[in-house]
């Protein structure tokens, strides 16, 4: 698969088939994307890879506080608000999910159930936690950890296998470090759940939007 295509095709899955994923393959996956650049070569990432039995606890775990009505307590803060033009794609895309799923706007149990499904990793057999060392400022960690992200996602498209970035997998920090013995001085950042797609679910495959070009990008080319 070329560099273009992988960019272009590689898509958040929200259905993962039970098929397990290799350790060696996540393994090989991790080695290739450490050559991501970092600051200053500082390869800020830490992580860990939950699979198995750890993973079936947690997944239930996570759901359970999802439906008990748990508050959201993440080390790294989400955006509460956003700009109106970003809340309008955050929202488009909450619609093409909905609508992929055949679940209407007013279908709360429908809605409950996808969540759901989310809070348990849309099935996913494999958990990568990105972290970084409390005592380092977030912010550019916080770049290095996105272009780890996006190597591994690319690497494991091209061997066929599904990603998605799960804001959803961190929300409770305190479960993850009950059940798991992550260090103290690690900040947990992200989450991404690892698998193969199920390819005949309609939420793998329906139209992705991206603003053109135009609408983002100034050309800046004298004073
Ligand atoms: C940091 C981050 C967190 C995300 N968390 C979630 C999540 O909790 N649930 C979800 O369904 N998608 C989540 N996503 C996936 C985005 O919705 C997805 O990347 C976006 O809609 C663009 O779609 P694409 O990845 O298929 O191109 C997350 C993506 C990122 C980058």
């Not at 095709?9 to 970092?38: C, D, H, K, Q």
């Not at 759901?63 to 488009?92: M, Q, V």
């Not at 909905?98 to 209407?104: E, R, S, V």
């Amino acid at each position: 698969m070329d560099i273009q295509a992988a960019v272009k095709t590689r898509r958040s899955i929200r259905n993962f088939s039970s098929r397990p994923v290799p350790e060696e393959s996540i393994r090989e996956l991790i080695e290739s994307a450490i050559w991501s650049p970092s600051w200053g070569n500082t390869q800020p990432w830490e992580i860990a890879v939950i699979t198995g039995d750890a993973l079936e606890q947690y997944r239930q775990q996570n759901r359970e506080a999802l439906l008990s009505g748990k508050p959201a307590a993440p080390e790294i803060p989400f955006p509460e608000t956003w700009p109106d033009r970003h809340f309008t794609r955050y929202k488009d895309v909450g619609k093409s999910v909905l609508t992929a799923l055949a679940i209407a706007r007013d279908d709360q149990e429908g809605r409950l159930q996808y969540y759901s499904r989310m809070y348990s990793f849309f099935n996913a057999q494999a958990l990568l936690l990105t972290m970084v060392d409390k005592t380092l400022p977030v912010e550019y960690p916080l770049l290095d950890i996105g272009l780890f992200l996006q190597s591994f996602f690319l690497l494991a498209h091209e061997k066929g296998l599904g990603t998605i970035a799960l804001a959803a997998s961190v929300n409770y920090p305190d479960i993850l470090r009950k059940l798991f013995p992550i260090p103290e001085n690690h900040r947990i950042v992200m989450g991404a759940a690892l698998g193969w797609p199920d390819p005949d679910d309609p939420v793998n495959a329906f139209e992705r939007k991206r603003d053109d070009v135009g609408d983002t990008v100034q050309w800046i080319q004298s004073c």
